[in-house]
């Protein structure tokens, strides 16, 4: 049953009359009795009493009439809660990232985004670029902002930024000060990202280049933790410029300097190709300071 045909239906039984019915409805009498007989043949029954003073209920009339206007009702609910979540004034947005994004450009869009969009419940899982990609292929989660390169035909992906990975060694390292060959590097242990990880794959193509292969001393997945160790002296490490940003300030770690070795951290919002959230995840991606020309490479 249709509920236009609902609808016209339950607009006589409370007229009483179908003449009263089209008026209130703006549509003529003749097409009110046509959708009322097309009921009637779906139900196989008759359904009103056309009698001289108007149309009253038969028992199954009655029955549809109780029935009707509870699905009226949760259709027309439903319509607002679709109009809704298009508004964006309700719905989810599940958002993956990695370490450096949920504690660098992550919390500054997301306050922005919940003052907006108070309505959209958001969750963040926090990840490597592997598996974040992995979730949003899968679509456990809706977007992720990772590490690229992060290849995948059903992703799309905008490349947010890039910035230089440099090494870094605690203050009093033996090597601090004056040009050093990646060659000087070969014996000093590091602290090195762990295995399988975006950037120490990019890391590893560029010293591979230079024959160069690094003594890791440890895997470390929290680039924080990284920065303590190497603090400490236990070693030296490649880190991005925003992520060393503070500690050389404040003279905790010492940049190395190091020419030869020119390497990015480029970072990336993915999402599915067919993203169910696509009207939220499109709210969310505006946000984001997206390089130009780089939206939604495919």
């Given at each position: 049953?249709e509920?236009?045909?609902?609808?016209?239906?339950i607009?006589?039984v409370?007229a009483?009359?179908?003449t009263?019915?089209?008026?209130?409805?703006h549509?003529?009498?003749?097409?009110?009795?046509?959708q009322i007989?097309?009921?009637e043949r779906?139900?196989?029954?008759?359904l009103?009493v056309r009698?001289?003073?108007?149309?009253?209920p038969?028992?199954?009339?009655?029955?549809?009439?109780?029935?009707?206007?509870?699905?009226?009702?949760?259709?027309?609910s439903?319509?607002d809660?679709?109009?809704?979540?298009?508004?964006?004034?309700?719905?989810?947005?599940?958002v993956?990232?990695?370490?450096?994004m949920?504690?660098g450009l992550l919390?500054?869009v997301?306050?922005r985004f919940?003052?907006?969009?108070?309505?959209?419940?958001?969750?963040?899982?926090?990840?490597g670029?592997?598996?974040?990609?992995?979730?949003?292929?899968a679509?456990?989660l809706?977007?992720?902002?990772?590490?690229?390169?992060?290849?995948?035909?059903?992703?799309?992906?905008?490349?947010?930024?890039?910035e230089?990975?440099?090494?870094?060694?605690?203050p009093?390292?033996?090597?601090?000060?004056?040009?050093?060959?990646l060659?000087?590097?070969?014996?000093?242990?590091?602290?090195?990202?762990r295995?399988g990880?975006?950037?120490r794959?990019e890391?590893?193509a560029?010293?591979?280049?230079?024959?160069?292969e690094?003594?890791?001393?440890?895997?470390?997945?929290?680039?924080e933790?990284?920065?303590?160790?190497?603090a400490?002296?236990l070693?030296?490490?490649?880190?991005s410029?925003?992520?060393?940003?503070?500690?050389?300030?404040?003279?905790?770690?010492?940049?190395?300097?190091v020419p030869e070795f020119?390497?990015?951290r480029?970072?990336?919002?993915i999402?599915?190709?067919?993203?169910?959230?696509?009207?939220a995840?499109?709210a969310?991606?505006?946000?984001m300071?997206?390089?130009?020309?780089r939206?939604?490479?495919?």
């Amino acid at each position: 049953m249709e509920l236009e045909s609902l609808r016209t239906f339950i607009a006589a039984v409370r007229a009483g009359s179908l003449t009263a019915a089209s008026r209130r409805l703006h549509r003529s009498q003749p097409a009110i009795t046509i959708q009322i007989q097309a009921l009637e043949r779906e139900a196989q029954t008759a359904l009103l009493v056309r009698g001289p003073r108007g149309v009253r209920p038969t028992p199954a009339g009655e029955l549809l009439y109780a029935r009707a206007r509870g699905l009226l009702q949760e259709a027309e609910s439903l319509v607002d809660d679709l109009r809704s979540v298009g508004a964006l004034r309700r719905g989810r947005l599940r958002v993956g990232a990695t370490d450096v994004m949920a504690t660098g450009l992550l919390p500054k869009v997301l306050a922005r985004f919940r003052r907006r969009y108070p309505g959209i419940q958001v969750s963040v899982s926090v990840e490597g670029s592997r598996g974040l990609g992995a979730a949003v292929v899968a679509g456990d989660l809706d977007l992720a902002l990772v590490t690229l390169p992060l290849e995948h035909p059903d992703l799309v992906i905008g490349e947010i930024h890039r910035e230089r990975i440099y090494f870094v060694a605690a203050p009093d390292h033996h090597l601090r000060g004056g040009r050093l060959t990646l060659a000087q590097l070969a014996g000093e242990p590091m602290i090195h990202h762990r295995a399988g990880s975006v950037t120490r794959e990019e890391v590893g193509a560029v010293l591979r280049l230079h024959g160069f292969e690094p003594r890791v001393a440890m895997e470390v997945s929290s680039p924080e933790a990284i920065k303590a160790l190497v603090a400490l002296g236990l070693g030296i490490a490649p880190l991005s410029q925003s992520q060393i940003a503070g500690e050389l300030g404040e003279g905790r770690l010492r940049r190395l300097r190091v020419p030869e070795f020119r390497c990015w951290r480029r970072s990336g919002l993915i999402r599915r190709r067919d993203a169910v959230s696509l009207r939220a995840i499109e709210a969310f991606g505006a946000m984001m300071p997206l390089r130009r020309g780089r939206r939604d490479k495919r």
